[in-house]
């Protein structure tokens, strides 16, 4: 190692730790790795205006998705019609509690938390209010980023639904509309989101002085 | 020819491990490494060069989730109550009851959801971790690829769960007929959870890292 390290301009790959001078992108490209070929590092276009209207039209979308009744049977002459939060209700009434826990959590509550995330981030963003406390906030974020099954639950509706034709009668709500609607800007809204750049910007605002410095003095001992 | 410029490739290629440097798995900065675990300069968080006991925590969550994966598929998923009668269906007797009644889009969708998918879950994660372990006929190129097309099927299992509970949830017409949840929905949602618990602790880094260490082994 001839020169001292400046971790700011590299950049590894995710999948196979292979290291590169970190590219200058402009919106809409995206660099990819030599070696496994996955995405190194992408500048998305308009990120956060992008994704605050996404994540302000799920926010705004969550309510009737949750509580408007999705779809409605008839059979024997009685009507029987279903919310996502019915649904939870009756599981625990009838005491699946741990399908109830999971239907809540994956279906309801993940995807609830990261949009309204995605919003309270894109918010401070948007106006300049940038504060230390989203260091923290962005990084517990991610811990979600595997968990909302939106889109698992959507497939598990239309199933059900092909199913319960075949000996009912069956009757599509505004429900499934809104959850529709919902499941498409929760998916835009956390598809948009440029986190590389997100990440950029608090380290430019926030940086954390005694790391950085010790970084630079530690390089100098190795070189 | 392809195949060494690709050797050439992976013996050439500068790592961050190499370096002495680690990527912050939350915000993908590049840190010095100064300890284990290191604190990331940019986003704070505690982390390891490589996944924590990576490989040991994928075995054990596969194991737990091919143990959970046996009562669920010998319990009954789903109880059908006609007239006060009940019915009880596996998982899958449930998918041959599709068949029976000629729906076969969705005998497919379901046998690949809660079949097919947590069980090539399972029997990809126990190769990837035992050639990541032994280096045998380790090609990184094709197993993280694998390991990618492991880890976007992962939620998707969780396909009859859900159908469960919207059935339970609807068809609720008290005596004439009402759906009630078998054990066995438990036991399923276990197995995909743990599934998804094994593949996310599962470090794809890792295969290239056998990879080099075995090239150079080679060379010596």
Known sequence: MDKPLNTKLLIACRQCDALYDKPLLKQGQSAKCTRCGSILAERKVNSIERSFNWSLAGVLLMLPAILLPIMGVTLAGQFHQASLFDCILVLIDRGFFMIASLVFLFAIAVPVVRLVGALYLTYHFKFKKLKPSLLNFFRAYHHLDNWAMLNVFMLGIVVSMYKLLDDTELSVNLGLLSFILWLISSTMASSTLDQDYIWDKLEQNFPNENHVASDVDNDHANS | ?220
């Open chain 2, 1 to 220: 020819m392809k195949t060494m410029s690709q050797a050439m490739l992976i013996m050439t290629m500068q790592t961050a491990k190499k370096t002495g440097l680690a990527l912050c798995p939350k915000c993908q900065k590049v840190n010095v490494l100064k300890a284990q675990p290191q604190q990331c300069t940019r986003c704070h968080g505690k982390f390891y060069q490589r996944k924590y006991n990576s490989l040991q925590y994928t075995l054990a969550w596969n194991i737990a989730a091919l143990l959970a994966f046996i009562p669920a598929n010998l319990y009954p998923i789903m109880i059908v109550y006609q007239l006060g009668i009940p019915k009880e269906a596996t998982i899958l007797s449930g998918i041959g009851e599709f068949i029976d009644h000629g729906l076969y889009p969705i005998a497919v969708i379901i046998f690949a959801a809660s079949i097919i998918v947590p069980l090539i879950k399972i029997i990809g994660l126990f190769v990837l971790t035992y050639r990541t372990y032994t280096g045998i006929r380790l090609k990184p190129n094709k197993h993280s690829r694998v390991y990618h097309i492991l880890e976007f099927l992962g939620p998707w299992s969780m396909l009859d769960v859900f159908v469960v509970a919207l059935m339970v949830t609807i068809v609720e017409l008290g005596f004439v007929t009402s759906v009630a949840a078998g054990p066995a929905i438990n036991y399923f949602t276990l197995t995909v959870i743990f599934t998804m618990f094994s593949a996310n602790s599962f470090d794809p880094r890792l295969l290239w890292d056998k990879r080099s260490e075995t090239n150079i082994d080679k060379k010596v």
